[in-house]
């Protein structure tokens, strides 16, 4: 079966700027969560969809970030207007229902300028 | 709320020398807890898991862990390490039920020495 899919894997934008990553999670997964790493600290939890609805959004930075999973597939993450402190790598992971663990995506490696 | 700390950011083992990795959490419940695996440039791979059945559980590649109530630990073990084995472990919990977000630990890089 395809993978968790991310792109872009790395994206360089200015300070200000928009940026939308996507998260396509493995088909019937209706978990599908969204993390960050910032230069080698912890993975922070940014929120969790079951479907198409947001079930824990509490990790999200600040409005700034705007999330969707369209009809309960793949997942966009909007960063606008992008900041300094919003560089990192931000994964994608998906689960069935239930104590599974999580298949990631590779990432996306956000660099804002 | 739940954490976990998982102690040393960096472990260096001799190729063949046993692999112990150290994970404590906290859960005000019976929590679920994963090792993942992260090598260069690719996404987190999860190891193992525990899900309150065995509490020695065996995951991919050689590596175990065992759960720990007394203890509230969850240290990951090989027996023999390769130098393929070096990367990014994280352990993580998650609150029973599985509905609940995962928490991840800060991470151990093991490097293996030849």
């Known amino acids: 079966e395809a993978g968790v899919t991310q792109f872009p894997s790395h994206s360089v934008i200015e300070k200000g700027q928009t940026v939308t990553l996507r998260c396509d999670p493995i088909?019937?997964?209706?978990?599908l969560y969204w993390y960050r790493r910032v230069m080698g600290k912890e993975i922070k939890f940014l929120l969790h969809f079951v479907k198409e609805s947001k079930q824990d959004e509490s990790g999200m930075p600040n409005n700034r970030f705007l999330a969707e999973r369209t009809g309960g597939t793949y997942s966009t993450l909007k960063v606008q207007p992008a900041e300094l402190e919003d560089s990192g790598v931000y994964f994608c992971a998906s689960s069935p229902r239930g104590p599974y663990g999580y298949t990631f995506g590779s990432g996306t490696r956000l660099t804002v300028v | 709320a739940q954490s976990v700390t998982q102690l040393g950011s960096h472990v260096s083992v001799s190729e063949g020398a046993l692999v112990l990795l150290r994970c404590n959490y906290s859960?005000?419940?019976?929590?679920?807890l994963f090792w993942y695996v992260q090598y260069p440039n690719q996404g987190l791979q999860l190891l193992l898991k525990y899900t309150s059945a065995a509490t020695l559980v065996k995951g991919i590649n050689g590596f175990e862990a065992e759960f720990k109530k007394s203890e509230t630990s969850f240290h990951l073990t090989k027996p023999s390490a390769h130098m393929s084995d070096a990367a990014e472990y994280f352990c993580a919990v998650r609150g029973g039920g599985g509905g609940f977000k995962t928490i991840f630990g800060a991470g151990t890089r093991l490097f293996v020495k030849a």
């Open positions: 088909s019937g997964h209706d978990n």
């Open positions: 859960s005000s419940v019976p929590p679920y």
